[in-house]
């Protein structure tokens, strides 16, 4: 499995970014971080190629974190492994349809 | 003196020289000062009603290039001042040599305050009206004996080496996914903070893509007021991207950046700004402002599609624009070579031919940030002395718009 990799970008982040081809739900993907750590985490969703997976629960209606900073909130309960997008959270900027309301 | 020559294709360029003595290129020394990178001969239609006429004349002479805008009339005035800053900016660009301006005739913008714009440059500018003379028929036949006067009075200009520090470069990031703030970003603000400390300008822009990072650029802004300035200019764009109603995701991040598994205009917007590196941020430039000699670090409050950002590069006055991209984006611009720096491994194999340089190769491993970054100062050198990019050679450079806020009417 040395091949399939994904990168924790900051110590705070609840996600990382795969970059690795063809990977599916039930493998195990290294995780590495800034300092060269790893850790594994099993897969329970296909992942495109640059797309993120949780590496520790996040709960529905709080911050999704990468590089350290909060990228967006999650919609629902997600689950370490799981792919995380826009069908599971969403931005909090330029929301025009919100201030419509 | 240790300086190195190297020849590369028809350009003897000076290298990256170590030990203290100053970095240059090969550049054209124009009457203001300013050092280009390219010699051409601008078309310019003063506006859209021209554009034909000006693709007649560039496609029967030799070092012309045509800007084919769509501006120019019926618009309102703020308009339309915007649209005359911008073609004397992009006039003044130091890659032009010599101007020929395409007038209609009746159009909104003032041609004469265009010509005098660009003149002040101390290039030789010449006009012609389609109306005046009789017609498309006639104005082509007359552009095209003009543009070539233009064109054999700044044939025989030779480059000359000038150091480093006359060279603006302009960043943009298009067609971005997870891998361009991770990997070509990360290299371009290396060769942003390289090209600052060799006493150069560095312009970004992008402000939509400031959203959720206002605050990182806001830090390192070299004053409080400057500070304050970046986040109303983005407060500014982030209202007129509300202003509809709806939700700006699909607009920002495009459908493109969400496949690529960009997933909200933050997440982009955290990647994005990596690309202008890690030094002070000396102000902001409105659209149509030039650099005029300015140093250091420097915003331009713009949009993030390519063709009205790499107008807003090329008014600013860069003789090289560096565009990182993750998804593959092919746009070049008319007078101003586009280095394609592309962070995704899979897309620079897939679509070579626009892409200049792999910094895909930091995700796989096989290369460091820096070693990426000294690559594509090199290559940047290069360039800058004449060698041609990839979009150059296939001419992919012909999209470009200019950037207006009210509506035509």
Redesign the interface.
């Known amino acids: 499995m040395g091949d399939l990799l994904a990168?924790k970008?900051h110590d705070q982040d609840n996600v990382a970014?795969v970059?690795a081809?063809e990977v599916k739900a039930g493998m195990v993907i290294n995780v590495r971080d800034k300092k060269g750590r790893i850790f594994p985490v099993e897969l329970r969703n296909d992942l495109?190629?640059?797309?993120?997976l949780a590496i520790e629960p996040i709960k529905k209606g709080t911050p999704?974190r990468?590089?350290g900073?909060?990228?967006?909130v999650a919609t629902q309960d997600i689950a370490p492994g799981e792919h995380?997008?826009?069908h599971n959270?969403?931005?909090?900027?330029?929301?025009?349809?919100?201030?419509?309301g | 003196m240790s300086i190195i020559w190297t020849v590369s294709g028809d350009a003897e360029i000076l290298s990256v020289v170590k030990g203290g003595i100053p970095v240059k290129f090969m550049g054209y020394v124009r009457p203001d000062g300013q050092v280009g990178a390219r010699n051409y001969v601008a078309v310019i239609p003063s506006v859209v009603c021209a554009t034909e006429v000006v693709e007649a004349i560039v496609s029967q002479t030799e070092l012309t290039k045509g800007y084919f805008h769509h501006q120019g009339c019926c618009q309102l005035p703020p308009d339309l001042e915007r649209v005359m800053d911008s073609l004397i900016g992009l006039g003044a660009n130091p890659n032009v040599g010599a101007a020929l301006v395409v007038s209609l005739g009746c159009e909104g913008v003032d041609n004469e305050r265009l010509v005098e714009g660009i003149a002040k440059t101390g290039k030789p500018v010449e006009i012609i009206r389609i109306q005046e003379l009789g017609g498309a028929t006639k104005a082509i036949a007359r552009g095209i004996e003009v543009a070539q006067k233009l064109v054999m009075a700044i044939a025989g200009q030779q480059r000359e080496p000038v150091e480093i520090s006359n060279f603006v470069m302009g960043i943009k990031c298009g067609a971005s996914?997870?891998?361009s703030?991770?990997a070509s970003n990360c290299a371009i603000g290396y060769v942003a903070d390289k090209i600052v400390d060799l006493g150069g300008t560095v312009v970004f822009g992008e402000t939509t893509e400031f959203?959720?990072?206002e605050h990182?650029l806001a830090r390192r802004a070299a004053t409080p007021e400057v500070g304050e300035k970046i986040l109303q200019i983005v407060e500014e764009m982030?209202t007129r991207?509300?202003?509809?109603?709806?939700?700006?995701?699909k607009g920002?991040p495009t459908p493109g950046n969400?496949?690529?598994?960009l997933?909200?205009?933050?997440?982009k917007s955290?990647?994005a700004i990596v690309k202008s590196g890690t030094r002070p941020i000396q102000g902001v430039l409105d659209y149509t402002e030039r650099v005029n000699g300015r140093k250091g670090l420097w915003i331009k409050d713009s949009p993030g599609r390519e063709p009205e950002i790499l107008t807003g590069m090329a008014i600013a006055g860069a003789q090289c624009i560096l565009f990182s991209t993750?998804r593959g984006a092919p746009q070049g611009f008319p007078t101003v070579p586009v280095l394609k720096i592309c962070g995704?491994p899979?897309t620079f194999a897939h679509l070579e031919c626009h892409m200049d340089i792999n910094a895909g190769r930091i995700?796989?491993g096989e290369k460091s940030i820096e070693e990426v970054g000294e690559e594509i100062f090199t290559k940047l050198l290069r360039v800058l002395s004449g060698e041609t990019t990839k979009g150059e050679s296939i001419r992919y450079t012909k999209t470009m718009d200019i950037y207006t806020l009210g509506p035509v009417i």
């Not at chain 2, 991207?241 to 995701?249: F, V």
């Not at chain 2, 969400?258 to 598994?261: E, S």
């Open positions: 990168l970008v970014t970059f081809n495109p190629y640059g797309h993120k999704v990468k590089y900073e909060e990228i967006g995380v997008h826009v959270m969403d931005s909090q900027r330029g929301r025009g349809d919100l201030e419509r | 996914d997870a891998t703030g991770l959203i959720g990072a990182i982030e991207a509300k202003s509809l109603g709806c939700d700006m995701r920002q969400i496949a690529g598994g997933s909200t205009i933050e997440e955290l990647g993750g995704n899979n995700l796989t």
